[in-house]
């Protein structure tokens, strides 16, 4: 099976000729941007890795009225900040074209990897140990691993990395706090291509013995 490691949200940048959109001073976005970056989870493992700042364009949700952050402002363009104050009021839409490509080479990423073989998407992140102000998801578990899975999930995958979780000795809980999978529109139905969300928190890797242990643990998972 071929395994594509998707990593949306690992930078902080976000381009200068946007900068003047944001209503934060430039240190209270750097700020900003920092807190909400998944910080190393692109030094983690290799993977397909979107080169931009979450609060500058989010390549995780629908870009649509049914995406549920919509409602707090941190849909595919955010305009509150995770402790929901404004983080700009009127972002531009070329932004979308942004969010377009990076799907186009997602999408076409795997139509290559389907022509060796099954695919199995690995949507990476890492988490806080304390919820922000932003989740919807406050009281929810806060393991070391959290799994995310959609409806249609492969159980042998799933049984297969819980047996990895454990022999890593991390705790883990499934859908807690975070639920759900990155997966392209057009690759829904496909039987061939499945997906997983690994969320990592942040503590468990925050030392560089730490880090190597959760590089040889993606590793594994990468062999599944």
């Given at each position: 099976?071929?395994?594509?490691?998707?990593?949306?949200?690992?930078?902080?940048?976000?381009?200068?000729?946007?900068?003047?959109?944001?209503?934060?001073?430039?240190?209270?976005l750097k700020n900003e941007a920092s807190?909400?970056?998944d910080f190393r989870t692109n030094e983690m493992i290799d993977g397909l890795v979107f080169p931009y700042s979450r609060i500058f364009c989010d390549v995780e949700r629908f870009n649509s009225d049914k995406e549920i952050?919509?409602?707090?402002?941190?849909g595919v363009l955010y305009t509150k900040t995770q402790d929901q104050i404004i983080l700009r009021k009127n972002p531009s839409k070329e932004?979308?074209?942004?969010?377009?490509?990076?799907?186009?080479?997602?999408?076409?990423?795997?139509?290559?990897?389907?022509?060796?073989?099954?695919?199995?998407?690995?949507?990476l992140h890492s988490y806080s140990k304390e919820p922000l102000e932003y989740e919807l998801n406050k009281s929810m578990k806060r393991?070391?691993?959290?799994?995310?899975?959609?409806?249609?999930?492969?159980?042998k995958l799933i049984k297969e990395l819980i047996y990895i979780i454990n022999n890593f000795n991390y705790t883990?809980?499934?859908?807690?706090?975070?639920?759900?999978?990155?997966?392209?529109?057009?690759?829904?139905?496909?039987?061939r291509v499945n997906g997983i969300m690994i969320e990592i928190r942040k503590d468990v890797y925050d030392t560089?013995?730490?880090?190597?242990?959760i590089?040889?643990?993606?590793?594994?998972i990468k062999e599944i």
């Open positions: 099976m071929e395994k594509i490691f998707h990593i949306p949200h690992s930078s902080t940048y976000i381009p200068t000729e946007y900068i003047n959109e944001y209503s934060l001073s430039i240190q209270e807190i909400m970056c952050m919509n409602s707090v402002g941190m932004i979308l074209n942004f969010y377009k490509e990076h799907h186009k080479t997602f999408s076409n990423l795997i139509a290559e990897k389907l022509k060796i073989d099954d695919v199995l998407i690995i949507d393991p070391e691993i959290c799994i995310g899975i959609n409806e249609r999930f492969n159980e883990f809980a499934i859908n807690e706090p975070f639920s759900g999978c990155i997966m392209p529109s057009e690759y829904i139905d496909n039987e560089s013995e730490k880090f190597e242990k590089k040889n643990f993606l590793k594994c």
